[in-house]
């Protein structure tokens, strides 16, 4: 505006301006010999005709000035109208979800009192018209607690009305107390076992001793007498401690929903007792297990740590021993909870270290950011140490004449550790501190040299021949002469059956009496994705390749 006013004033002086510069050029001209060509009438028409020009463009940017603050004042108008507009929505929406939270937690309470009145009754312990589908006691919700719960005990509620009825004959083997048919049920609905696993915790509830359900549902955990190699290779077995586990996991989820003076009537003298002759039973048995054995996905371990978490008897053993067996498990998901439910969050440092030195980056990751211990274990580097491990275990077989399954292999576990990495980046939200773009690019280049040793191998054996379709004689098959070298047969004619070239096992340096048996007489070599298995520590190093969490 001052800027304005400035110009307009500029404008007002000009007539006086004009009117000093005429006399200036009357003197001038009288000072002169010679009159000058240039009249004064000439001049004078010049600069009004500039003034006009000069005050008919401002009257124009005032004009546009004014229409510019028209419109500014009518966006700030209709802006303010839709700010309260979505204001007063918001609050209308609000008040209707505090009215539905409170009719849920009305409600719930309300079935609480009913469900109270019910038990009291003698029948109602026994009727069947419940389903064999009791509901699982809580306190009633109160003040705040009631308000910031009430969507989640509302859902709670919901699902046990629901899965209750969708198994009642697990219900019955509950009442029934018959852990072997409890196993075997599990094991018949393992399809389905997510639906499953949220029930048993309401059936448990209808059992007469939850906790000595459980504990008799863990004796057949060890009861095949067989090594522990042999064990693992069982699928039965595997199957039998997966549900022991489950079945602990689903206690602990009922102790958690029940106030601690009915935990500690499940959770009794004698349970605990009983529950610490088994865990006496199973240390030992640990004794012999390798923390890289299980690659961090020990069940006896995890079964061991799960038994004293859920039955509260982890003071009666070592806190450093109990700390020892957290690398044996660091693959499970539970893991973090269970080091926390025994009291093992400030071990964590060491049990991460252990990780790191044992080439088990990404679960030291993965429990650094459980535990919050980022800034001492920076996940960057340590991903970037997994990869030039695996690196440095590539680096000899690819700077010599190495065979052609021998490079698959090692293409397969470059490719396995750099996805692990990559899911790993993904999972934490680490893309700004570890970009993706080169990882990725190196997978898409081992992936296609996957595919073209593939295709160059089918491309290599001899197709046989194939009777013409009119039944005379046999036509040749052509093979493309710029996919393999002409000669490539005449050099193989030799062999007897070349169509085995690349399923022969290959050579490497080892133990004497780990000879190449004959040709004849060996059988498909596979290279798949998982063989290595089969030949352990080929490169002469305990570097393992791992996965994403287990469930």
């Excluded at 969050?345 to 030195?357: A, H, Q, W």
């Excluded at 070298?485 to 062999?495: F, G, L, Q």
Aim: charged share 25%.
């Amino acid at each position: 505006m001052e800027d304005t006013q400035s110009v307009a004033t500029l404008i007002d002086s000009t007539t006086s301006k004009i009117q000093q510069l005429q006399k200036a050029f009357a003197e001038l001209e009288s000072h002169r010999a010679l009159t000058l060509n240039l009249k004064w009438k000439q001049l004078e028409e010049h600069f009004h005709g500039l003034e006009k020009s000069l005050k008919r463009r401002f009257t124009e940017l005032e004009d546009q000035e004014k229409e510019y603050e028209t419109k500014t004042m009518e966006a700030w108008e209709i802006l303010e109208k839709r700010e309260a507009a979505v204001m007063a929505k918001e609050q209308a929406s609000l008040k209707r979800l505090q009215e539905k939270r409170d009719a849920a937690v009305s409600a719930i309470t309300n079935a609480l009192q009913k469900h109270r009145k019910v038990s009291a009754e003698p029948s109602a312990v026994t009727s069947e018209d419940q389903g064999g589908a009791p509901f699982v006691e809580e306190k009633p919700p109160d003040g705040m607690a009631a308000e910031s719960n009430s969507y989640d005990m509302k859902k709670s509620y919901e699902n046990e009305n629901v899965e209750v009825k969708s198994y009642p004959q697990l219900v019955k083997l509950c009442q029934e107390m018959d852990s072997e048919d409890l196993h075997k049920f599990i094991s018949d609905n393992r399809k389905n076992l997510a639906a499953v696993r949220e029930e048993i915790p309401l059936a448990l509830k209808a059992a007469a001793d939850p906790a000595s359900l459980v504990l008799d549902s863990l004796k057949g955990f060890y009861s095949m007498e067989a090594s522990n190699l042999e064990g693992k290779k069982d699928s039965n077995l595997l199957g039998l401690r997966r549900t022991c586990i489950m079945l602990m996991e689903c206690l602990s989820i009922l102790l958690t929903n029940l106030d601690q003076c009915s935990a500690s009537n499940i959770i009794s003298g004698n349970v605990k007792n009983r529950a610490r002759a088994i865990a006496e039973d199973w240390k030992p048995k640990l004794d012999d297990l390798d923390m890289d054995a299980n690659n961090g996905n020990s069940l006896e371990a995890h079964a061991f740590l799960q038994l004293l978490a859920t039955f509260g008897i982890n003071s009666d053993f070592d806190v450093e021993d109990l700390s020892k067996l957290i690398p044996m498990v660091s693959r499970r998901r539970q893991t973090a909870d269970l080091c926390r439910s025994l009291g093992l969050s400030e071990k964590m440092p060491r049990v991460i270290n252990v990780l790191v030195n044992n080439g088990r980056q990404i679960d030291a990751v993965n429990l650094a950011f459980e535990f919050d211990l980022t800034k001492q274990f920076s996940p960057v580097s340590l991903l970037k140490s997994y990869l030039m491990e695996a690196k440095k275990v590539s680096s000899p077989v690819k700077t010599g004449n190495a065979s052609s399954p021998v490079q698959n292999e090692v293409n397969e576990k470059e490719l396995s550790a750099l996805r692990a990495v990559i899911k790993c980046i993904e999972d934490h939200k680490l893309e700004d501190q570890y970009p993706l773009d080169p990882l990725q690019k190196r997978v898409l280049q081992l992936e296609k040299a996957k595919a073209d040793t593939k295709r160059a191998a089918e491309v290599a054996k001899p197709q046989p021949k194939r009777p013409r379709a009119n039944g005379v004689g046999h036509g040749p098959r052509l093979i493309n002469a710029a996919a393999t070298d002409k000669n490539y047969y005449t050099t193989r004619m030799t062999d007897r059956y070349p169509q085995y070239i690349y399923d022969r096992p290959y050579v490497y340096p080892g133990p004497t009496d780990n000879h190449v048996p004959s040709l004849l007489g060996s059988a498909t070599y596979t290279l798949s994705p998982g063989h290595g298995h089969g030949h352990g520590n080929f490169f002469g190093n305990s570097f393992q390749y791992q996965a994403p969490y287990l469930h």
